[in-house]
């Protein structure tokens, strides 16, 4: 069944007789209402995505249990302004850029959010010199972290360097860490949480563990520091990069990351916390999670890349404040 939401459309999860099929002929064969050569311009044009992960190229091999995202954008698409935005650049080279994102600053523009973007401030970095794969309103965008997390992306500045990472995070080899603050310490310390996630039956903003359908996600994740066992510093590394893969696991196990307006329980107040530092940590401004390290193959010299971001200085302050 195709599920809709305003202007995005979700595909069926993808069933083993559909698998190994060419990603435009499996979508035109879920959406027959629209053409298989305008389903083809928005892979091309960045429109289309599974989990974080934007794939455009119409040739793309969909596989058994994957379900895909596809934007259908207005009739007349604004292109985004350059603006001259500071970034934090960790990297930069012919090919690629990588950047520490600042919590609060979108990727790409959407809806109620044109101006102010990551990729603004890069097409005023970069002077036109960005990949034309992701389209209009995504050049050189490869993959997201939401709005509210921090930390690293890689951007392609080339057609050739946008589809060889795409590749990567397709096969989920990209090395990614994150470091998360969460109410409680996870029990036992360290471990493997693993199901399945899908859209919420309950809440189409979000996602959630699903007992069928949905696609498989994997998080290894140790305690690095627990607060007075009222929270604790996690750190997780993703063998699956699924839409809000690190708040929905961690939440499973009854560790929702400070700050999380969306996945949060109502129950944080309950903190044995004193209560100027309870105040604190409940009214902090967004969900304590930073992209720290990035490790990819160079998609010319095919040498691996790794690259690493301290926590900002938000989540240092609330570290700070947990541990008194």
């Known amino acids: 069944m195709v599920e809709e939401d305003n202007n995005i459309i979700f595909s069926p999860v993808v069933e083993a007789s559909s698998r190994g099929l060419r990603l435009d002929k499996y979508l035109s064969q879920c959406l027959p209402d629209m053409s298989r050569s305008q389903l083809q311009r928005l892979i091309l044009s960045g429109n289309v995505s599974s989990d974080d992960t934007i794939i455009s190229d119409n040739s793309f091999k969909v596989r ?47 809806p109620g959010a044109y101006r102010g973007t990551l990729v603004n401030a890069l097409l005023y970095h970069c002077q036109g010199n960005l990949s034309g794969v992701g389209g209009v309103k995504r050049p050189g965008i490869v993959h997201r972290i939401d709005k509210e997390t921090s930390g690293l992306l890689v951007v392609a500045k080339n057609d050739i360097a946008h589809r060889f990472l795409s590749e990567q995070f397709a096969a989920h080899s ?44 994997a998080t290894n994740y140790k305690t690095l520091q627990s607060f ?39 129950g944080k107040s309950t903190l044995p916390l004193q209560a100027s530092i309870k105040a604190y940590v409940n009214s902090f401004p967004r969900q304590a999670l930073h992209a720290a390290t990035l490790g990819f193959i160079h998609p010319r010299n095919k040498k691996i890349m790794s690259f690493s971001s301290e926590l900002p200085s938000d989540i240092k302050e609330l570290i700070s404040v947990l541990s008194a």
């Open 64 to 110: 058994e249990g994957d379900s895909y995202q596809i934007i259908i954008p207005p009739a007349a698409e604004a292109e985004p302004e350059a603006e001259n935005i500071p970034l934090d650049i960790i990297y930069e080279d012919d090919d690629l850029i990588v950047v520490n994102k600042p919590a609060g600053m979108t990727v790409h523009p959407a």
């Open 174 to 217: 990209i090395e990614r860490t994150y470091y998360a603050v969460v109410y409680g310490t996870p029990s036992p310390s360290s471990g493997r949480i693993e199901g399945n996630i899908g859209r919420s039956p309950y809440d189409r903003k979000k996602m959630a563990l699903v007992k069928s359908g949905g696609k498989p996600a």
């Open 228 to 266: 007075h066992g009222a929270a604790a510093l996690v750190q997780c590394n993703l063998e699956t990069g699924r839409t809000h893969q690190i708040r929905v696991h961690m939440s499973s196990i009854g560790c929702h990351l400070i700050g999380d307006k969306v996945y949060t329980k109502s």
